[in-house]
């Protein structure tokens, strides 16, 4: 049986009221489905966080932090929290590249309308204003860019239909405005999502209250001149899709307008050339589905990477997983394996920019996983930045989305509670040698639960002779019940140091700190271990990073 979507972000209490007249739609406030999505969001909802605003220069990634913020090969550029950006609660984003002067910018959705800030000195973001909502609050709001115009959507608003907003009227601001949209598009009310085709110029209006929930075909080839195109309905409700003129492996599709949507238990993938009459191509399901909620095309469009938003929740193993299918043949997709992250959290979108998927992964924040290898289903994490730092966790909070493809390369996130986040990754770069007698290991080390210990090694090269009785060991661990943990620190010899012994009743979160060893009797070069031990039951984690201070 086909169900209605109840995963998502947290819902504010002034959207319930907002909609309560509205019609059946993917979060209906009057279904039962709308009513466990309500109780759903609100067991998470978090108030924007108020702390200052982060600019004026950028913060390296160092030793696993950018200011207070968990990080590996991505740095910090600003934090403008949404009290300094329009107010509300953050969604989703996208991004502009002024083509007159390469002048880049966020558009970032809120509860109560849509944010317009200049990037272009992405360590000092200038709010520019803001489009109110048309209609009343919403959680859910999503824009995409297409010839210099904004079309923006939200759910859950009777008569809110897509706002048109023309981006060239931002270089003229000069202070923050409250703007009006050049055209309101009235062939749908509510709409959970949009994408768009730039190569074509159609726009598809997502889990709308027309076709079904499927996707609403716009033709925007005259931005500010929107007409109905038609409607994808076969499959019922849609989540998300991509849609492309396709150019992958499979030659009975070359050259035609392929939409592949994340159909809440199913990859659907559908023949959009001909508006009037759309063919449903495939309709494939997997192991262990529970909400397909988004997905993105590798560049070759060989492959389809897919998050499902409730796999993690309802599930036992918390880890994000991200689905990996082969569209060899786009009649039988194949689900040819599952990459699970060394970290607790639900995932949300995702988007591909060359061999690196970027996820907005709430929160675990925005994390980076390198593609070369998807052919054999091998994903490994290149990086991370994490703007939830309180803890992982499978819950609605944190990153809600992002956009990688602004061509400075970087990266804007929409935090849910913290706004607009603008980092750089560093992607792919050798890692400078150590300096200063410091040598750590910032790959990601799982550790099970109740299980066998598990060991990360750092190798000690060019120390004369033994190691100092001040030997500093930096320790970043991540984990849910840090009092189930054991850790020694392991010599090359074999000599085990004891740095910290199990205690059940600490039920604190992580252990990020610095422990002082005397391993003066130890001969510094060689191999050193880190060795940690779950003794009990119930909770996970993983060895983030740990170093060596000679």
């Known amino acids: 049986m086909r169900f209605r979507r109840i995963g998502g972000a947290l819902l504010l209490i002034a959207a319930v009221a907002a909609v309560s007249n509205a019609p059946a739609g993917a979060h209906d406030p009057t279904t039962p489905e709308g009513i466990a999505a309500q109780r759903a969001f609100m067991a998470d909802y978090q108030p924007a966080d108020r702390r200052a605003a982060v600019t004026g220069a950028a913060v390296p990634c160092v030793n696993g932090k ?34 007159t002067n390469g002048k880049e910018y966020a558009i970032a959705g809120r509860t109560n309308g849509t944010s317009f800030i200049d990037i272009s000195t992405p360590t000092a973001p200038v709010y520019l204003g803001n489009l109110p909502s048309n209609g009343g609050s919403s959680t859910w709001r999503d824009m995409k860019v297409y010839k210099d115009h904004a079309f923006i959507v939200a759910d859950a608003i ?31 009310g509510p709409a959970h999502n949009i994408a768009i085709n730039e190569a074509t110029g159609y726009a598809y209006a997502i889990g709308s209250n027309t076709c079904s929930g499927g996707p609403h075909m716009v033709d925007i080839r005259t931005p500010k001149s929107p007409v109905n195109a038609g409607c994808v309905s076969q499959d019922g409700y849609t989540h998300d899709t991509q849609c492309v003129v396709y150019n992958g492996p499979d030659a009975d599709y070359a050259g035609k307008e392929i939409c592949f949507s994340s159909n809440e238990d199913t990859l659907t993938i559908v023949n959009v050339s001909t508006k009037s009459s759309p063919v449903q191509i495939s309709r494939t399901s997997y192991s262990g589905a529970q909400y397909s909620h988004q997905g993105w095309l590798t560049e070759n469009q060989r492959y389809f990477l897919m998050d499902d938003e409730l796999d993690e929740s309802r599930g036992t193993d918390k880890k994000t997983k991200s689905y990996i299918w082969d569209l060899q043949d786009l009649d039988a997709p194949r689900h040819i394996g599952t990459y699970s992250s060394p970290v607790e959290a639900i ?54 989305s992002t956009y990688p493809y602004f061509p400075s390369g970087n990266v804007v ?42 060991t990360s090694d750092v190798t000690v090269t060019g120390q004369a002779g033994n190691a100092p009785s001040t030997l500093k060991v930096n320790v970043d661990i991540k984990h849910t019940w840090r009092g189930d943990l054991v850790i020694d620190l392991v010599a090359p010899d074999g000599t085990a140091y004891r740095l910290k012994n199990s205690s059940g009743n600490d039920s604190a979160d992580n252990v990020i700190t610095t422990y002082t060893v005397n391993a003066s009797t130890e001969v510094a070069n060689g191999t050193w271990k880190l060795k940690v031990q779950d003794v009990a039951r119930y909770d996970t984690g993983y060895i983030d990073a740990w170093s060596l201070q000679f």
């Open 413 to 454: 996130i929409n935090g849910i509670e913290q706004g607009l986040v603008v980092v750089k990754p560093n992607l792919g770069a050798t890692p400078p040698p150590p300096t200063g007698g410091k040598f750590e290991n910032l790959n990601n080390v799982n550790i099970p639960d109740a299980g066998a210990a598990v």
């Open 347 to 400: 995932d949300h979108n995702m988007y591909v920019k060359g061999d690196y998927v970027y996820q907005a992964n709430y929160r675990a924040g925005l994390r980076i996983l390198d593609i070369k290898n998807v052919a054999s289903a091998s994903l490994t994490e290149a990086g991370y930045f994490d703007i939830y730092e309180a803890a992982d966790g499978a819950q609605f909070n944190g990153a809600w």
């Open 66 to 99: 950018a200011d207070k913020y968990p990080c590996k090969n991505v740095d910090l550029l600003s934090v403008l929290p949404l009290g300094n950006m329009g107010g509300g609660n953050g969604n989703d984003i996208w991004g502009w590249t002024d083509p």
């Open 158 to 188: 009777t008569g809110h239909g897509m706002q048109v907003f023309d981006l060239t009227r931002l270089r003229t601001v000069t202070s923050p405005q409250t703007f009006t949209a050049d055209k309101l598009y009235t062939g749908f």
